[in-house]
């Protein structure tokens, strides 16, 4: 089976940078990804990672360490439309469907 | 593209009603899913589908059945709703699931259904 475990709510300052957490526990590992949900609308896409290391896509950067079971996603430079819920979700070897976490609401203040 | 497309966006149902949530996506993808999403839960997977006429149970499968006779359309269907089905539901597709592929999944906007 699998475990993932998220921080349920952060805030951050307009501005700031924040980083959201993400660990994991699972039998083979294939693939993380970081989806995004606004209030009342669907997940969207963030980022994948499969090897170890920082992706970097813009404002936002994920990254990922198999060996410590471990991601974030840190996202500069914040606005208030960042205020939302960022949703971790694993992969498994063997298994095509992730794993979703109960994801992190971030509320970004003036 | 429409991409992921759910009908109705809400509805609202007495306890022993039935009803049937629709899913469709235009973009010729092979793999689709349905989702509740309760606070605090995250998103649990109910049902999925891994190519047309083909159907498995997810995590949570208990009171719901589906259905995938076309390719681009995944039904979802409450029996006797009850009110723990009281949820927002999220159907979503993929291009495939091969073990190592990026994958990423489509989401539709959503169905809030509520049961009295």
């Known amino acids: 089976g699998q475990n993932i475990d998220q921080p349920t709510e952060m805030t951050a300052t307009e501005g700031a940078i924040v980083q959201i957490n993400c660990t994991y526990q699972?039998?083979?590992?294939?693939?993380l990804f970081w989806y995004q949900q606004h209030a009342g609308e669907a997940p969207t896409f963030l980022s994948y990672n499969v090897l170890d290391g920082l992706e970097e896509k813009g404002r936002f950067s994920s990254f990922l360490s198999r060996s410590k079971g471990y991601s974030y996603l840190l996202l500069k430079e914040l606005q208030m439309k960042d205020s939302a819920s960022y949703l971790c979700?694993?992969?498994?070897?063997?298994?095509?469907?992730?794993?979703f976490g109960r994801g992190t609401s971030l509320i970004v203040h003036p | 593209n429409a991409g992921v497309t759910q009908t109705p966006k809400f509805r609202v149902l007495k306890t022993g009603q039935s009803m049937t949530l629709l899913c469709a996506q235009d973009m010729n993808h092979e793999y689709m899913y349905w989702y509740r999403q309760d606070p605090g839960m995250g998103l649990r997977l109910i049902h999925y589908s891994v190519g047309e006429g083909t159907t498995a149970k997810g995590e949570v499968p208990d009171g719901y059945n589906v259905s995938r006779l076309k390719k681009q359309n995944f039904l979802l269907g409450l029996e006797s709703a009850a009110p723990s089905q009281t949820s927002v539901y999220f159907c979503a597709s993929s291009y495939s699931g091969l073990a190592g592929g990026k994958e990423t999944q489509y989401f539709g906007p959503g169905t809030r259904l509520l049961v009295l």
């Open positions: 979700a694993v992969k498994r070897l063997g298994s095509y469907i992730p794993t």
């Open positions: 699972t039998s083979g590992f294939n693939g």
